[in-house]
């Protein structure tokens, strides 16, 4: 009888142990849920850390501290973390889509849409899995599904504006101008302060030709939130089709100022600062932004044109310029008629004349990718590689 009840005491104290353990890994779960929503990440992984301590097949825990992770730049820890979740739920959703964020962020765009196809397998009627997965292809350049993603995102719901947005985005790319402004016209009409609109609005006047109104609508969305990056962006870009290169630097400048990491801004100032002849401060930029993301294929074909193309014979570097022309277009898969253009000016500043004159030939059969100025420079370059002579810009 007495080893009966000692047997049995001794499992009742493993089950309250047991169950005291799962008190303590749930509250320490809910106080690092907390510590995430304020942003305090390393709070929030110090919390998550104990909880899969005290119940290491919880896999929510594990997700949610890997996108604490990720908030940190912790790409690995975040990657292990999402493994792990999926090893313990094979059907996390938030693990998926957490970590097809993720690979895009870093470039690894197959993996971002191999992530997003299993979000949609899992949960066909949730709008944001083809925001997420249109996104993707929008990344790829295959606006097509991403336009069907998109739409299919708004039939599921129809009051997302981020579907409708990044549907009026991706009319943008494909310069179907009048849906474009349609979609962004219907987000106004459901919300009048959704930012975003008013400046993919501006876009499309901007792409118009109608710069007037373009400037209109990105200072409509200033005054709404004077600090949006992306109305500094847009209205950066509208001076640099006036050609006011100073504004266009004072407004990159001010996205660089909210928003030191961004990739974009450095490579649109780093045009304008080009377009001033200032290449030393171009070069500086491409060189922030390639830091930033080593895979920016507008910075390593900008930083390549400059380093093969610069009149200032200190700053050319040919063989430099080559490698980064090179990788510009792998990334975009031969498809971007400028960077094959930037390709050909490299190859012909390391005197590989042929190669310059193949490549040149190849960008030209696009002339619609060249702006009308521009793309007469483009065949006048052509003729000077067929003379054996490279490109200096002027």
Same mark, same amino acid.
Request: proline content about 3%; charged content about 35%; aromatic content about 10%.
């Given at each position: 009888?007495?080893?009966?009840?000692?047997?049995?005491?001794?499992?009742?104290?493993?089950?309250?142990?047991?169950?005291?353990?799962?008190?303590?890994?749930?509250?320490?779960?809910?106080?690092?849920?907390?510590?995430?929503?304020?942003?305090?990440?390393?709070?929030?992984?110090?919390?998550?850390?104990?909880?899969?301590?005290?119940?290491?097949?919880?896999?929510?825990?594990?997700?949610?501290?890997?996108?604490?992770?990720?908030?940190?730049?912790?790409?690995?820890?975040?990657?292990?973390?999402?493994?792990?979740?999926?090893?313990?739920?094979?059907?996390?959703?938030?693990?998926?889509?957490?970590?097809?964020?993720?690979?895009?962020?870093?470039?690894?765009?197959?993996?971002?849409?191999?992530?997003?196809?299993?979000? %949609?397998?899992?949960?066909?009627?949730?709008?944001?899995?083809?925001?997420?997965?249109?996104?993707?292809?929008?990344?790829?350049?295959?606006?097509?599904?991403?336009?069907?993603?998109?739409?299919?995102? %708004?039939?599921?719901?129809?009051?997302?504006?981020?579907?409708?947005?990044?549907?009026?985005?991706?009319?943008?790319?494909?310069?179907?101008?009048?849906?474009?402004?349609?979609?962004?016209?219907?987000?106004?009409?459901?919300?009048?302060?959704?930012?975003?609109?008013?400046?993919?609005?501006?876009?499309?006047?901007?792409?118009?030709?109608?710069?007037?109104?373009?400037?209109?609508?990105?200072?409509?969305?200033?005054?709404?939130?004077?600090?949006?990056?992306?109305?500094?962006?847009?209205?950066?870009?509208?001076?640099?089709?006036?050609?006011?290169?100073?504004?266009?630097?004072?407004?990159?400048?001010?996205?660089?100022?909210?928003?030191?990491?961004?990739?974009?801004?450095?490579?649109?100032?780093?045009?304008?600062?080009?377009?001033?002849?200032?290449?030393?401060?171009?070069?500086?930029?491409?060189?922030?932004?390639?830091?930033?993301?080593?895979?920016?294929?507008?910075?390593?074909?900008?930083?390549?044109?400059?380093?093969?193309?610069?009149?200032?014979?200190?700053?050319?570097?040919?063989?430099?310029?080559?490698?980064?022309?090179?990788?510009?277009?792998?990334?975009?898969?031969?498809?971007?008629?400028?960077?094959?253009?930037?390709?050909?000016?490299?190859?012909?500043?390391?005197?590989?004349?042929?190669?310059?004159?193949?490549?040149?030939?190849?960008?030209?059969?696009?002339?619609?990718?060249?702006?009308?100025?521009?793309?007469?420079?483009?065949?006048?370059?052509?003729?000077?590689?067929?003379?054996?002579?490279?490109?200096?810009?002027?």
């Amino acid at each position: 009888m007495r080893a009966i009840r000692w047997g049995g005491s001794a499992a009742l104290v493993m089950v309250l142990v047991a169950l005291g353990r799962a008190d303590e890994a749930a509250d320490a779960y809910k106080e690092g849920a907390a510590a995430l929503e304020k942003q305090d990440y390393d709070k929030a992984i110090t919390l998550f850390s104990r909880s899969v301590k005290l119940n290491p097949k919880s896999p929510t825990a594990y997700v949610l501290r890997g996108f604490a992770h990720s908030r940190k730049g912790e790409r690995d820890a975040a990657l292990a973390d999402y493994a792990k979740t999926l090893e313990l739920d094979p059907t996390n959703i938030r693990a998926y889509t957490y970590r097809g964020v993720l690979f895009l962020s870093i470039g690894e765009s197959d993996k971002a849409l191999a992530d997003f196809n299993e979000a %949609v397998k899992l949960d066909p009627d949730n709008s944001l899995t083809y925001v997420n997965r249109g996104g993707v292809h929008n990344t790829k350049r295959d606006y097509d599904k991403a336009l069907a993603d998109f739409t299919k995102a %708004v039939e599921l719901d129809p009051k997302s504006l981020d579907a409708r947005y990044s549907r009026g985005r991706t009319h943008l790319y494909k310069r179907d101008l009048d849906k474009a402004l349609a979609d962004f016209d219907k987000i106004l009409e459901i919300n009048p302060k959704f930012v975003s609109a008013y400046v993919g609005r501006g876009d499309v006047y901007a792409e118009k030709g109608d710069l007037d109104k373009a400037f209109s609508e990105f200072n409509k969305a200033l005054e709404i939130d004077p600090k949006n990056a992306e109305a500094y962006q847009a209205r950066g870009d509208a001076w640099m089709e006036k050609e006011d290169y100073d504004k266009a630097i004072t407004d990159f400048s001010r996205v660089l100022k909210l928003n030191p990491s961004d990739v974009r801004a450095h490579v649109a100032r780093a045009e304008a600062y080009s377009e001033k002849k200032e290449h030393e401060k171009a070069i500086a930029d491409f060189k922030a932004a390639l830091k930033l993301y080593a895979r920016s294929a507008d910075a390593l074909a900008g930083l390549a044109w400059i380093l093969a193309t610069c009149p200032n014979e200190d700053l050319r570097d040919g063989k430099k310029a080559l490698e980064h022309s090179k990788k510009a277009c792998e990334l975009s898969e031969y498809k971007e008629p400028t960077f094959l253009d930037t390709l050909a000016a490299c190859y012909a500043e390391n005197g590989q004349f042929e190669k310059a004159v193949e490549w040149q030939t190849k960008a030209l059969k696009s002339p619609d990718a060249f702006p009308k100025k521009e793309l007469e420079k483009a065949k006048r370059r052509l003729k000077l590689y067929m003379d054996g002579k490279p490109y200096r810009s002027e």
